[in-house]
Structures are given as structure tokens and as C-alpha cells.
């Protein structure tokens, strides 16, 4: 057990197993690292850049968890925990220290998670894994930093803050390192190498990027200098709606009042990011109501304003120059075309999207040896079922290729019949259907779906969704995957 310290932190500091294994075979443990000396590091680590490496971190442990001064003023005669003070594991290590700023006395981080988009992702998600990822980590900083110079100060905040505040999330996710959030300076005398070191930390980089991108002038005379304007006008934005949030977790009715508030919370799901669609649902747990497609195309008629008709204006013009663009001589689709006389105007769709992915086939891979379908493109827009009953069996199969493949299960349309005689569209996002009378209202969800909740297109149809945000919503982005063989399709309508 007392090994499994060690492992762990090395692993963070991503050093090499070999390495690792080294320090245990010698009996080193994590209490042992700061009574190391330089040549007992070069005979466990020869290596020269990894050894130098682990004696920065030791260094930056040891340091966290040593009384200093602060930014700004001396700091109070703090009881401090040492790495060789005591016997206890390394999640242990956390300082008993009191922030000067008694306004950080009241702070709670777990409540905090709770009632912030995004929050409670990283709460399920150290739950879950036991430990936090990259991304999470960077998320939780983020979000205690907007709330700290949102609702608590408005100057510098001094090492000792910092270092209450990396108490706190050790406090709350024992498996983190203390390292990670904040590491005291170090000055030269005192560094192994022999080099002075800044503070570091996740916290401390977050506020230095706040410095770095804001406009100094305009902060100092609005007397907040470490915010950016554009910065405090959108963190005075999420304080103002954060009761809003809140409401939106507990309730669905009146429903003129969901509509009200997903309006003013927009520009808050905007910044936040998550790691997959459930997430998503989960944070925003009144997307799961019945009619919250409409919440849907608020959010996109935000995102992209005088968009929202488009798919109704443009997609019949775009059809019809794709045919002239694109005449063929193929006996099925020139079938498929005329069979388009006879069937009902709503649904034509999914007989216009099968020719259109056969007149333009994906030429994407699932890997080196596996080229997409025709077939699997369509079906990453339209899936049939035989009747109501078959969904549930439709919904397994796609959730067990999708692990199969390695690969997320994005959002899709069920339909009942085939596509050229079909009926009630059933959109899934999630876990979460959204039934539908019609098939175009259905589509036109299902696409403003991927942009709104910023989901990757799926990989077999990518191209297909490209040609419709393209030539027929209008829709430039910067994320845009153009390939060759439709470039010539994306003139259309231009």
C-alpha cells in the first residue's frame, strides 16, 4: 500500500515505468523523496532529463507545504503539515492554513460544483475514475477562478490564497496532487538545480492568463486588474443569471419561464465545455423535457442568427442543382429520383439524403483496412426500424457497434418502415428520444443538435452534414473538414 503512493504521484508527474519501478524496488516511498540526496537520484534515475525532472517536482512538494511570503504581504505564522513532519499519505498533505482575505473564510467548493455549469460533470467524474483527467482539472480551475474574481475580490490574490485554495480542492479530491494547483517559488539557494523557480500551478496560470490577454490600462483604472473587460462583462453576466441555472436544474413549468431562462444562460453553456453529449444532458438536465427541441433552436437561432429557416428555404433549390451538377447514368438512383413523384413531400427527405450519399459515396475510413458504406452514412442520419416495437432493439445494436468501433454513438433519427415509405421519426440524442410528426422538423434538430451542443459530426456521414451546414444552412466554421471530393458540391447555392 504504502508503494501505491509513490506510483500514483510518478504517474502524475508522468514518469517512465521503468523509473518508478526502481524507486520501489530500493524501498523508496513518497516520506523518503525529500531526504534524498543528488547521487542517490543519479543511481536510482541515470537518466539525466527524468531525474531532473522528479527533483524539480520534490522540490515543487516540498515547497507547497512551506510557509512564505505572499504576493503582496507577509504572511501569518501558519501551521504548516512537512513532508517529513509525519508519517501520512501523500492525499494528506494539505496545509492548515487561514487566507488573510476573510473573504475567502465562507468559500465551499463543493457547493460551488453543485450550482455551476460543469460542476457537477467533474463531481461524477472523480466519483467514477477515482482520480481527475486533464480536461477536468482545467475545467474545475477555470470555474473557481471566474467565481473567486467574480464574487470575492477584485485585486491580486496572494500565495497564500492560492494555497488555501489548492487546500480546498485536495480537500474535496484526496487522490489529486497539491502540486498540480499551486507550488510556492522557489529561490535560487534553496532550488536543487540551482535555478530560482516562479509559483506554478494551475490556479496561478489561470490568473497570468487572465493579466496576459487583458487590456492592463482599462483594468486598472476599472479597479479590477486582474480581470480583462471582455472577461468581468461576461463573469458579471454569470453571476447575474447563476439563480437561473439553478432554476433550470429543479423546474419545467411555467414553460414561458424555461424559454425566458435558457435565453439568458445561453452565453454560460456556451463557455463551458464538456467531454461528451451526457455530460451535457446531465448539466443541463431539462433538455431530457419532451419539448425541449425548442430550447434546441433557441440555442442555435443565438449561435447563428437568421439561420434557423434555412433547412426550409434552401433545401429544395439545393436538390435540385445537385442533380444538375451531378447527372448519372446509375439504373438504382435514377430509379430513386423518379420514385421522389410519388411520395409525400415530408417524406422525401430520406429518399433525397440516400441520393445524395450515392451520388457522392464517403471515401473515409474506420482505419486502414475498413473503408465506410454508402449505406453506414445514411445511417448516421437515418436508422429504420420495422415497427414502434423494433426501437429499443435499434438503440442496443447502435450503442454495441459504436463500442465495437470504439467510437461515441452520436445523435440519429429512427425511422419506422423504409425510406421511401416511412413514418414517426424518433430523434435520439443521449439517452433521451424526442418523437416527431415531421420528418424535416425532425432532421432539422437533429442538425442544429450537433452545434449546439458542440458535438464532432459521425465519422461515416461527416462529409454528408458538411454539404447541408455548407449549401444549405450557410454555416462557416472554423472547424470545417473540407476533402477534395465535395468540393465542387459546396459551390452550390453559394
Not at 95 to 114: A, E, G, M, R, Y
Not at 418 to 440: E, G, K, M, W
Request: charged share 25%.
Amino acid at each position: 500500500m504504502e508503494f501505491n503512493e509513490i506510483k500514483h504521484l510518478f504517474n502524475e508527474w508522468n514518469i517512465p515505468t521503468e523509473t518508478i519501478n526502481e524507486f520501489i524496488e530500493n524501498g523508496v516511498t513518497v516520506e523518503l523523496l525529500p531526504k534524498l540526496t543528488a547521487d542517490n537520484y543519479k543511481e536510482l534515475c541515470p537518466h539525466l532529463a527524468t531525474r531532473i525532472k522528479i527533483q524539480e517536482k520534490v522540490t515543487e512538494l516540498i515547497t507547497a507545504h512551506a510557509p512564505t511570503e505572499s504576493v503582496t504581504t507577509k504572511t501569518s505564522d501558519d501551521v504548516i503539515i512537512g513532508l517529513d513532519d509525519i508519517d501520512i499519505s501523500i492525499s494528506q498533505l494539505i496545509p492548515i492554513t487561514v487566507s488573510d482575505n476573510k473573504s475567502f473564510k465562507d468559500f465551499d467548493l463543493h457547493t460551488l460544483l453543485q450550482t455551476t455549469p460543469g460542476g457537477n460533470s467533474i463531481l461524477k467524474f472523480y466519483k467514477t475514475n477515482g482520480h481527475l483527467n486533464t480536461t477536468k482539472r482545467n475545467q474545475l480551475t477555470d470555474i473557481i477562478i471566474k467565481h473567486i474574481y467574480t464574487n470575492i475580490v477584485n485585486s491580486k490574490i496572494t500565495y497564500e490564497d492560492y494555497n488555501f485554495l489548492a487546500a480546498k480542492i485536495i480537500t474535496l479530491f484526496p487522490k489529486e496532487a497539491i502540486g498540480t494547483y499551486f507550488a510556492h517559488p522557489i529561490k535560487k539557494r534553496d532550488s536543487l538545480n540551482g535555478r530560482s523557480i516562479v509559483a506554478r500551478g494551475k490556479l496561478v496560470d489561470k490568473v497570468r492568463n487572465l493579466y496576459k490577454y487583458g487590456d492592463r490600462k482599462r483594468a486598472v483604472n476599472s479597479g479590477s486588474e486582474n480581470i480583462p473587460p471582455s472577461k468581468t462583462q461576461r463573469l458579471d453576466l454569470n453571476a447575474l443569471h447563476s439563480q437561473d441555472v439553478l432554476w433550470l436544474k429543479h423546474n419545467s413549468e411555467p414553460w414561458n419561464e424555461v424559454l425566458e431562462k435558457w435565453k439568458n444562460t445561453f452565453h454560460i453553456r456556451r463557455e463551458c465545455k464538456f467531454d461528451n453529449i451526457h455530460d451535457f444532458f446531465s448539466e443541463w438536465n431539462i433538455l431530457c423535457d419532451i419539448r425541449s427541441d425548442s430550447l434546441i433552436s433557441t440555442d442555435f437561432d443565438l449561435l447563428y442568427p437568421n439561420k434557423g429557416n434555412n433547412l426550409y428555404l434552401n433545401w429544395g433549390i439545393f436538390f435540385d442543382e445537385l442533380l444538375k451538377l451531378k447527372p448519372t447514368q446509375d439504373v438504382a438512383i435514377t430509379e430513386l429520383i423518379q420514385d421522389l413523384a410519388n411520395i409525400s413531400d415530408d417524406a422525401k427527405l430520406p429518399t433525397q439524403i440516400e441520393i445524395l450519399a450515392r451520388l457522392i459515396p464517403p471515401r473515409g475510413r474506420l482505419s486502414k483496412k475498413v473503408k465506410f458504406s454508402t449505406q453506414e452514412a445514411i445511417e448516421s442520419i437515418f436508422i429504420l426500424a420495422k415497427s414502434a416495437g423494433d426501437i429499443d432493439a435499434v438503440i442496443s445494436k447502435q450503442k454495441e457497434k459504436a463500442y465495437a468501433n470504439k467510437i461515441s454513438k452520436q445523435p440519429y433519427i429512427i425511422l419506422q418502415g423504409t425510406l421511401h415509405s416511412c413514418a414517426s421519426p424518433v430523434l435520439i440524442i443521449d439517452d433521451v428520444r424526442y418523437q416527431f410528426r415531421n420528418i424535416q422538423k425532425a432532421f432539422d434538430i437533429l442538425f442544429k443538435a450537433y452545434h449546439v451542443l458542440d458535438a464532432r459530426y459521425p465519422r461515416a456521414g461527416d462529409y454528408l452534414y458538411l454539404i447541408i451546414q455548407r449549401c444549405v444552412y450557410k454555416i462557416h466554421t472554423k472547424y470545417d473538414n473540407v476533402v477534395s471530393y465535395i468540393s465542387d458540391i459546396l459551390t452550390v447555392g453559394q
